[in-house]
């Protein structure tokens, strides 16, 4: 079993940064493609980024392209958000979320994550 913990989040003016991280714990972190999903109120969960095993290749939805940066640390069982140039429509709960395969068509996809954090709440005042 995996389990996910999510940390960083808070409240942060337009223009602003956050750096987001997730704790991984259980089986080994190598194991797990990595991503980042958010849920703002009154909206459905969507993808936000994804990493791979070794952290080669990324993939991100294109709202946050150019503006966040998905990394990992596999040593110390760690993946990570660095989201800069926020605005107000990335208020919402950002959740880490660990799939077994990577494949790109199915990357945005919530139901092909095995594991999920509880998530950790981000605010972008105007």
């Known amino acids: 079993q995996v389990q996910l913990v999510e940390s960083g989040g808070g409240l942060v003016q337009a223009g602003g940064s956050l750096r987001l991280a997730c704790a991984v714990s259980g089986r080994t972190l190598p194991a797990y493609v990595m991503g980042w999903f958010r849920q703002a109120p009154g909206k459905e969960r969507e993808f936000v980024a994804a990493?791979?095993?070794?952290?080669?290749?990324?993939y991100y939805a294109d709202s946050v392209k150019g503006r966040f940066t998905i990394s990992r640390d596999n040593a110390k069982r760690a993946v990570y958000l660095q989201m800069n140039s926020l605005k107000p429509e990335d208020t919402a709960v950002y959740f880490c979320?660990?799939?077994?395969?990577?494949?790109?068509?199915?990357?945005?996809?919530?139901?092909?994550?095995?594991?999920w954090g509880q998530g950790t709440q981000v605010t972008v005042s105007s």
């Open positions: 979320a660990a799939r077994s395969t990577w494949y790109i068509p199915t990357l945005t996809s919530m139901k092909e994550y095995d594991h």
């Open positions: 990493i791979t095993y070794g952290g080669g290749s990324t």
